[in-house]
């Protein structure tokens, strides 16, 4: 994929974003911009990376790597590994991974304030509602 077909799956404010704001590997297929307010589509596309800044959103296959900042929202297939900030949503397949956002003056837990809607919570909470509610 080149540079300007990249271009047509990364928007802000609704449109395409400069071609000037970010770069593009296309041999290690990584995407790095440091814009806020990304809307990333890859749908269906799997084994790409992901650097940006904070309140994003990325809807993805699996097997992904992300480098992020906080408030950002995650629609992903499986096997992808996850360096946020805090406050994030990730509704994501199975086999992910998630590590601490780490900064020269911050050390954040990506699961402090953030949302993970797997497969795994929601069969955990229908255990829970069966035994324990019912």
């Known amino acids: ?6 271009q047509r799956r990364v928007f802000k404010g609704g449109k395409p974003l400069d071609l000037d704001l970010f770069t593009w590997d ?3 297929r990584t995407f790095s911009s440091e814009e806020n307010d990304l809307v990333i589509y890859f749908e269906g596309k799997f084994d790409y990376t992901f650097e940006t800044g904070s309140n994003c959103e990325f809807v993805t296959g699996g097997e992904c790597v992300f ?3 906080s408030h950002c929202i995650f629609n992903t297939g499986c096997n992808c ?4 900030g805090p406050h994030c949503i990730f509704d994501v397949g199975f086999d992910c991974v998630f590590y601490e956002f780490k900064t020269e003056s ?5 699961v402090f304030g953030c949302v993970f809607l797997t497969i795994a919570l929601a069969l955990i909470l229908l255990f829970i509602f069966i035994v324990f509610i019912k």
């Open 1 to 6: 994929m080149d540079k300007e077909k990249v």
């Open 81 to 84: 590994m996850f360096t946020t």
């Open 26 to 28: 296309s041999s290690s």
């Open 106 to 110: 911050h050390v954040s837990n990506p």
């Open 67 to 69: 480098t992020t900042g």
